[in-house]
């Protein structure tokens, strides 16, 4: 077996369950490459499929070699590839329910991966696709989003919100974000045009006029997102990547009337 190092879990569970171990060296096959790896990232997702709280949605098979992004060199290529070369450098979004890159060496589909940036380390663009991605899709293909529209980012100062500053405020969007002050200076460099301090001031309040698209990326509780669509115009879209979590003692009783009330809200639904 050609050597291939990496991180599995033979179950899910808890983190102790992760190992590192020899993994067979994967081949590619039709439409594949095989990509020596620089880096992978870890991401709320990657934490929920070892958790097992994703095996409906994302089924994997076991043991399973986590880590979704990747970046890294092509090494190999399957039959009828085109486009890629060996010794591109590369980052991609990996399929949710194959092994991931946490390991030397991972299979990616040709049309996942895009060429990487040259301005930045190899190593640390691992940590684009899955935000990059997210905040992209949150905006333009659920979103819709045109230039001169209004856009209310709700958690701005996570890394999916610092794209969608940035991407939206590209596409020639007015943006307004929230932010606590620990995150206040990253989202003012990211060029938004307006800040709310969500930790003193009722985000409702302080949006006075009716915005476009409302994206919702931090967790927050039903009440709090359905106060976020009376803020969008009629037609307008509201976008929710996050389920809210509520405490470990009522989490059980909770959860389900959480999610059902919140999708109930929204005037166009993602998530």
């Not at 899709?137 to 989003?145: H, K, P, S, V």
């Not at 409302?214 to 009440?223: D, F, G, R, T, Y």
């Given at each position: 077996?050609?050597?291939?190092?990496?991180?599995?879990?033979?179950?899910?569970?808890?983190?102790?369950?992760?190992?590192?171990?020899?993994?067979?060296q994967?081949?590619?096959?039709a439409g594949?490459?095989?990509?020596?790896v620089?880096a992978?990232s870890?991401?709320?997702v990657?934490?929920?499929?070892?958790?097992?709280?994703?095996?409906?949605?994302?089924?994997?098979?076991?043991?399973h070699?986590p880590?979704?992004?990747?970046?890294?060199?092509?090494?190999?290529?399957?039959?009828?590839?085109?486009?890629?070369?060996?010794?591109?450098?590369?980052?991609?979004?990996?399929?949710?329910?194959?092994d991931?890159?946490?390991?030397?060496?991972?299979?990616?589909?040709?049309?996942?991966?895009?060429?990487?940036?040259?301005?930045?380390?190899?190593?640390?663009?691992?940590?684009?696709?899955?935000?990059g991605?997210?905040?992209?899709?949150?905006?333009?293909?659920?979103?819709?989003?045109?230039?001169?529209?209004?856009?209310?980012?709700?958690?701005?100062?996570?890394?999916?919100?610092?794209?969608?500053?940035?991407?939206?405020k590209?596409?020639?969007?007015?943006?307004?974000?929230?932010?606590?002050p620990?995150?206040?200076?990253a989202?003012a460099?990211?060029?938004?045009?307006?800040?709310i301090?969500?930790?003193?001031?009722?985000?409702t309040?302080?949006?006075?006029?009716?915005?476009?698209?409302?994206?919702?990326?931090?967790?927050v509780?039903?009440?709090?997102?359905?106060?976020?669509v009376?803020?969008?115009?009629?037609?307008?879209?509201?976008?929710?990547?996050?389920?809210?979590?509520?405490?470990?003692?009522?989490r059980?009783?909770?959860?389900g009337?959480?999610?059902?009330?919140?999708?109930?809200?929204?005037?166009?639904?993602?998530?």
């Amino acid at each position: 077996m050609n050597r291939n190092e990496g991180s599995t879990f033979p179950r899910v569970r808890r983190p102790d369950v992760l190992r590192y171990e020899d993994v067979e060296q994967p081949l590619p096959g039709a439409g594949e490459v095989r990509v020596r790896v620089a880096a992978t990232s870890f991401n709320s997702v990657d934490g929920n499929i070892r958790g097992g709280f994703m095996r409906g949605p994302i089924p994997v098979v076991l043991p399973h070699t986590p880590g979704i992004d990747v970046a890294g060199t092509v090494d190999a290529l399957g039959e009828g590839v085109d486009g890629v070369a060996v010794g591109d450098d590369a980052i991609g979004f990996l399929t949710m329910d194959g092994d991931g890159a946490a390991a030397e060496y991972v299979l990616a589909p040709a049309e996942a991966l895009a060429p990487a940036p040259r301005s930045v380390p190899l190593a640390d663009v691992a940590a684009v696709p899955v935000v990059g991605l997210t905040a992209y899709q949150t905006l333009f293909n659920r979103g819709r989003l045109t230039a001169g529209q209004r856009v209310l980012i709700n958690g701005a100062g996570g890394t999916v919100g610092g794209y969608a500053v940035q991407l939206a405020k590209d596409a020639g969007a007015h943006v307004i974000a929230t932010s606590s002050p620990r995150s206040r200076e990253a989202v003012a460099s990211a060029g938004d045009d307006e800040i709310i301090d969500h930790t003193t001031t009722d985000v409702t309040a302080a949006v006075t006029e009716p915005v476009d698209i409302a994206l919702s990326l931090a967790p927050v509780a039903p009440a709090e997102l359905a106060a976020l669509v009376t803020l969008v115009r009629p037609g307008g879209v509201v976008v929710n990547t996050t389920v809210w979590m509520p405490a470990p003692a009522t989490r059980s009783a909770a959860y389900g009337a959480s999610t059902c009330s919140s999708a109930a809200t929204s005037t166009s639904w993602w998530r």
